[in-house]
Each structure stands twice: as structure tokens, then as C-alpha cells.
Nanobody, 114 residues
């Protein structure tokens, strides 16, 4: 499975960004797609995840600011990030888990300036 993520960039605090990640290759219909992030000197943490059935899970720090969604027909997951804070600055990684393994995208940088 290959994961192609895009949508990162530089934004001012309080602004918004939308990340997207498209999966290709050997696709199984039952899966979980999500976003993790890793800031310098910190561990990678879950931002949000969504199952193929639409159930979602968010990191505690999201607090209603981010929304994860997906288009199963396009094998694509989205992360709408609003009210961004400087502490959201990190490399964001797309992830997909399905029965044959756990896959990661290449990471996309999100930088929030204060």
C-alpha cells in the first residue's frame, strides 16, 4: 500500500489547513485510516482515526478543532484542522491499517506561526 499525503504548509495561529491522504495498491475494504503527528523531541501521537465504517477517534488535544473524514470510493482520508495553535506544529503522518499490515505515508510538515 502506498499513501500519498498532501496539504501541509505554513499557517498563522487561528488559521485552518486541510490534509488529504490517498491510498493505492492492495486495498482491503475493512481498514482504519488516520493521522499521527510528531513534533521535534516528542513521540509520535494519534491525531485522529476513522474506520471504514465511519467511526472516529481523536487525540485529547484536538478538542473539537479537527475533523477527520474519508471517501471510501477514493480510498482517501481528510483532516480538516481549524483554530490551529503553535503547538500543532509537527510532521503529520498518514496511516492505514488493514489485514495485511500497517502502512505509513511520507509525512507532511504543518507549521503554525504565532
Amino acid at each position: 500500500v502506498q499513501l500519498q499525503a498532501c496539504g501541509g504548509g505554513l499557517v498563522q495561529a487561528g488559521g485552518s489547513l486541510r490534509l488529504s491522504c490517498a491510498a493505492s495498491g492492495t486495498i482491503f475494504s475493512i481498514n482504519v485510516m488516520g493521522w499521527y503527528r510528531q513534533a521535534p523531541g516528542k513521540q509520535r501521537e494519534l491525531v485522529a482515526a476513522i474506520t471504514s465504517g465511519g467511526s472516529t477517534n481523536y487525540g485529547d488535544f484536538v478538542k473539537g478543532r479537527f475533523t477527520i473524514s474519508r471517501d471510501n470510493a477514493k480510498n482517501t482520508v481528510y483532516l480538516q484542522m481549524n483554530s490551529l495553535k503553535s503547538e500543532d506544529t509537527a510532521v503529520y503522518y498518514c496511516n492505514r491499517r488493514q489485514r495485511d499490515g500497517n502502512y505509513w505515508g511520507q509525512g507532511t510538515q504543518v507549521t503554525v506561526s504565532s
